[in-house]
């Protein structure tokens, strides 16, 4: 199975501020036939089903604001939230679709400091 | 608009089942690869199961030899049968829709399954 870990566990950023969330992928989600890494992010709020922010590590959701963004390849990738908003308050979870089972990283709770 | 929706959820003994549903609309789920997701109290997301267009399916390592995924096309939704349950299988089950890169890009609101004496 592909594992994935998420840091930190939890961040506090001030609203405007920039918030960043690492994922590791072991091993490699990066497919060799079409160069595509095989990552997604969501976003999920208390109460809400999660909802899809980013995949193919990069590719924004139609409808996703542009202050989120993915980046990274490989084993390493990370969702940088550019200028923190009060509705980005939420869990964020990374996962792979490389393979079955599809897993998911532990979570990252983003709160307002 | 597409909507999934999921009932089934309650209370349940240990070693008791449970059949979920996932009624979908405004898409086939024939012709999709969907999923299985839960959450337990206080936990992180968790993958279950995946049936796939061509109707194979996967399981989670948890869940393997008790869970069921199914579909029933005229109904147009998607099942999860549950059987000898676990207390730590108690959680929120989400169904979700693969996006055509493999992604979930769509859920349903989720149903609590609670296992306990």
């Known amino acids: 199975d592909i594992v994935m870990t998420q840091s930190p566990d939890s961040l506090a950023v001030s609203l405007g501020e920039r918030a960043t969330i690492n994922c590791k992928a072991s091993?490699?989600?990066?497919?060799?036939?079409?160069?595509?890494?095989?990552l997604a992010w969501y976003q999920h709020k208390l109460g809400q089903p999660p909802r899809l922010l980013i995949y193919?590590?990069?590719t924004r959701e139609s409808g996703v604001p542009d202050r989120f963004s993915g980046s990274g390849s490989g084993t390493d990738f990370t969702l940088t939230i550019s200028s923190l908003q009060a509705e980005d308050v939420a869990v964020y979870y990374c996962?792979?679709?490389?393979?079955?089972?599809?897993?998911f990283g532990q979570g990252t709770k983003v709160e307002i400091k | 608009e597409i909507q999934l929706m999921e009932s089934g959820g309650g209370l349940v003994q240990p070693g008791g089942s449970l059949r979920l549903s996932c009624a979908a609309s405004?898409?086939?789920?024939?012709?999709?690869?969907m999923n299985w997701v839960r959450q337990a109290p206080g936990k992180g997301l968790e993958w279950v199961s995946i049936?796939?267009?061509?109707?194979?399916?996967f399981y989670a390592a948890s869940v393997k030899g008790r869970f069921t995924i199914s579909r029933d096309n005229s109904k147009n939704t998607l099942y999860l049968e549950m059987n000898s349950l676990r207390p730590e299988d108690t959680a929120v089950y989400f169904c979700?829709?693969?996006?055509?890169?493999?992604?979930?890009?769509?859920w349903g609101q989720g149903t609590l399954v609670t296992v306990s004496s």
């Open positions: 996962q792979q679709y490389y393979s079955v089972p599809r897993t």
């Open positions: 979700a829709r693969d996006h055509s890169s493999g992604s979930f890009d769509y």
């Open positions: 405004g898409f086939t789920v024939n012709t999709n690869y």
């Open positions: 049936i796939y267009n061509s109707g194979g399916t």
């Open positions: 193919w590590a990069s």
């Open positions: 091993p490699s989600v990066l497919h060799s036939s079409n160069n595509k890494n095989y």
